[in-house]
């Protein structure tokens, strides 16, 4: 069964250009450590709920946009490998190049209930 990983992520909207490159990057790395697809979605129509929202979970600021994303991967072992290797990719260290605050990133790790593909 297919396993998923999850994000939420403050993006200051004038570093869009910035995030997808750097986005694009990530993608290519998680690629090649075995994920089977990667999908970055920027917030379109994400309204202000009574409870809760998209917004609030990650503290967004005044001139931010919540990006959406997910990562596929053949499943959770694959998933845990593949992060492995992630990790230790030179790619992946962005540095000062970061075009978002990760201390306010939402993620996490989801087994595959329904898809309807």
């Known amino acids: 069964m297919s396993y998923v990983d999850g994000f939420l992520v403050p993006v200051p909207s004038g570093r869009k250009d910035e995030y997808l490159a750097a986005a694009a990057k990530a993608a290519a790395v998680f690629r090649e450590c ?18 809760t929202d998209f917004l609030r979970s ?3 600021e005044e001139g931010e946009t919540v990006v959406f994303s997910w990562i596929e991967w053949p499943s959770k072992e694959a ?13 992946m260290n962005f ?17 595959v209930l329904l898809d309807r593909s």
């Not at 998933?79 to 790619?91: F, I, L």
């Not at 990760?102 to 087994?111: D, E, I, L, Q, T």
Request: aromatic share 8%.
């Open 34 to 51: 075995g994920a089977t697809r990667v999908v970055e979605c920027w917030g379109d129509d994400v309204p202000v709920g009574k409870t």
């Open 58 to 60: 990650v503290k967004a």
């Open 79 to 91: 998933r845990d490998a593949g992060n492995e290797k992630v990790m230790q990719d030179p790619r």
């Open 95 to 111: 540095g000062d190049l970061m075009p978002f605050d990760g201390k306010r990133m939402v993620y996490g790790g989801f087994a």
